[in-house]
């Protein structure tokens, strides 16, 4: 089974940016719908931005303008540039298949704060 890390993740204040990566074993993450997605304390994991197989990239409302999702080919890597970060965005993000298909990797933190 594929294998995705995520990692990037940190604490940064209001207004920062972060830049996620998602790692894969395979190279089927560049041929594949690809997407993040998020989970606060309390609340349900939800899809912030996907990069599909064919079409237009996916982002949630929340993040639209801010967040912007790439791959590299050559890597085998996703990527989440995160501008303009709020504390609302503080959770766990966590990259997976569009829809989300294999196991949940550990994710990575991302705390807005000051």
């Known amino acids: 089974q594929v294998q995705l890390v995520e990692s990037g993740g940190g604490l940064v204040q209001p207004g920062g940016s972060l830049r996620l990566s998602c790692a894969a074993s395979t190279s089927i993450v560049t041929i594949s719908s690809m997407g993040w997605y998020r989970q606060a304390p309390g609340k349900q994991r939800e899809l912030v931005a996907a990069?599909?197989?064919?079409?237009?990239?996916i982002y949630a409302d929340s993040v639209k303008g801010r967040f912007t999702i790439s791959r590299d080919n050559v890597k085998n890597t996703v990527y989440l540039q995160m501008n303009d970060l709020r504390p609302e965005d503080t959770a766990v993000y966590y990259c997976n298949f569009l829809p989300s298909s294999i196991t949940w990797g550990q994710g990575t933190q991302v705390t807005v704060s000051s």
């Open positions: 990069i599909p197989r064919g079409g237009n990239l």
